[in-house]
């Protein structure tokens, strides 16, 4: 079972790009998925979750209204398009996947990727 992202690179501030999450190994389709970053020397914070059905979604106050998460169960797939995007932005991005109600905790997820770099130069 694998969660593999994709999608992140170098941007200008105020710029867009859109990450990938694609799961392999068993279907993602009934549960619920999240996006988490992790800045150098910061703690990895929770950055958006989208339910199962992906009618429900959630962000962090930091890049709520930039941040957009969906999903396409066919596929097997969550994404995060991100918009006028901001130094600050800077991290490490994971998804994780998994049945938790305390969904702004990465470690109460079930499956976890790598992580793909995002730098947002100024």
């Known amino acids: 079972v694998q969660l593999v992202e994709s999608g992140g690179g170098l941007v200008q501030a105020g710029g867009s790009l859109r990450l990938s999450c694609a799961g392999s190994g068993r279907t993602f389709s009934n549960v619920a998925m999240g996006w988490f970053r992790q800045a150098p020397g910061k703690e990895r914070e929770f950055v958006a979750r989208i339910s199962w059905t992906g009618g429900g979604t959630v962000y962090a106050d930091s890049v709520k209204g930039r941040f957009t998460i969906s999903r396409d169960n066919a596929k097997n797939t969550v994404y995060l398009q991100m918009n006028s995007l901001k130094p600050e932005d800077t991290a490490v991005y994971s998804c994780?996947?998994?049945?938790?109600?305390?969904?702004?905790?990465?470690?109460?997820?079930?499956?976890w990727g790598q992580g793909t770099q995002v730098t947002v130069s100024s």
């Open positions: 994780a996947a998994g049945t938790t109600n305390y969904y702004r905790d990465y470690a109460t997820y079930d499956y």
